[in-house]
């Protein structure tokens, strides 16, 4: 009797384990997928609604904010739309022009590199006073920086926005907590925008105006007003936010590098990422339609869950029908 019981329950809490680990998997794959995949297996416990990914783009609201200027419109800044920014809840570009179909703000600075601080700090302004109640998280990120909106979403939902913190990839600098890369892109809470643009936009003293690098810079002003730089590595202590691409990091991280002495965490060059990764740099032209190809469309074939029997195999017949058509095929490209 008593062992029966205790089946039971074991069965019960392996059962809800499984069920969960299912939901959490559907979840991190493609978005749209998985409201269909959540949506099915949903309806077997019973639990009506939305599902996960949805409540997930809902509960957890990010504004995006892409670095940009006039020359990159047409080119990376469209990539960045058509990519990962259309997953953002609100995507808004900064630059130094109105581009209306773009979703480009003119912020007022000249362009040139040294301003660069300027624009993100006009760029983080803008946001405080339009849209600071409308979501929940505030992502800097520049038209080079790739993002995987689902694993940025799901690594903040545990976070309240209105605590003060900012995640990314963490830099080593003359400041002992050291500030996130611009590269990588960079969180901030609700409350970390609301400080930074209350407390230290306005006062010279806590967040000067200068023409350093707008990441340090930003990451000094958010520590001067309480905002704690956030640890965002994963349980294996690998880093989800890179401030380099794919190809720096594998197979190894390229040390020897300028970025060596940056490391906040000294990486472990043999397991460089995070499987929850949530942003890459340098993104090239080509890279944006690639990692969404990887990413959002290959499907590997994972026998067990995706096939509950093996498909028939042709017969000689078709088999020799098949190769007769394949043999038959002409190039269409004259
Ligand atoms: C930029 O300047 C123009 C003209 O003064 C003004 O209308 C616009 O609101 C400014 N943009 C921002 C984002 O401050
Ligand atoms: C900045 O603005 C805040 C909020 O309005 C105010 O309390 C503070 O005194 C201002 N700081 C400076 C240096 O003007």
Redesign the pocket.
């Known amino acids: 009797m008593l062992r029966n019981v205790l089946c039971l329950v074991l069965g019960l809490i392996v059962g809800i384990q499984l069920t969960e680990l299912w939901d959490y998997m559907t979840l991190i794959s493609d978005e749209y997928e998985s409201t269909a995949i959540a949506a099915d297996t949903a309806a077997s416990t019973a639990l009506d609604g939305p599902s996960l990914a949805d409540r997930l783009y809902h509960e957890t609201r990010v504004l995006c904010l892409v670095l940009t200027m006039p020359t990159q419109h047409k080119t990376k800044a469209a990539k960045v739309k058509s990519t990962w920014g259309a997953r953002c809840n609100k995507l808004i570009f900064m630059s130094s022009q109105d581009d209306d179909a773009l979703g480009a ?4 600075v000249t362009e040139r590199r040294e301003n660069l601080y300027a624009k993100v700090r ?1 760029g983080l302004a ?1 946001a405080y006073q339009h849209y600071m109640e409308d979501y929940d998280w505030f992502l800097k990120a520049d038209d080079d920086t790739y993002v995987v909106m689902e694993n940025l979403r799901l690594f903040l939902y545990p976070y309240d926005p209105e605590a003060a913190v900012f995640f990314g990839h963490r830099f080593r600098t003359s400041y002992p907590h050291g500030y996130m890369s611009g590269g990588a892109g960079y969180v901030l809470s609700r409350d970390a925008l609301r400080r930074l643009n209350l407390f230290a936009l306005n006062n010279t003293k806590f967040c000067p105006l200068n023409t350093q690098a707008e990441d340090r810079q930003i990451g000094h002003c958010l520590l001067n007003v309480g905002v704690v730089a956030g640890d965002s590595r994963d349980e294996l202590g690998r880093e989800r936010f890179l401030p380099l691409s794919p190809r720096h990091l594998m197979p190894n991280i390229q040390y020897g590098t300028w970025l060596e002495k940056y490391y906040f965490f000294k990486p472990n060059t043999n397991d460089c990422c995070s499987d929850s990764l949530i942003s890459f740099h340098y993104t090239k032209m080509h890279d944006y339609d690639m990692y969404e190809f990887f990413l959002y469309h290959l499907q590997v074939a994972d026998l067990p869950k995706t096939l509950s029997s093996l498909p028939p195999r042709l017969s000689d017949e078709q088999m020799k029908e098949k190769l007769k058509i394949w043999d038959e095929q002409i190039s269409d490209n004259e």
Do not use: D, I, K, P
């Not at 703000?105 to 007022?108: A, G």
């Open positions: 703000v003119n912020l007022n006009a803008y």
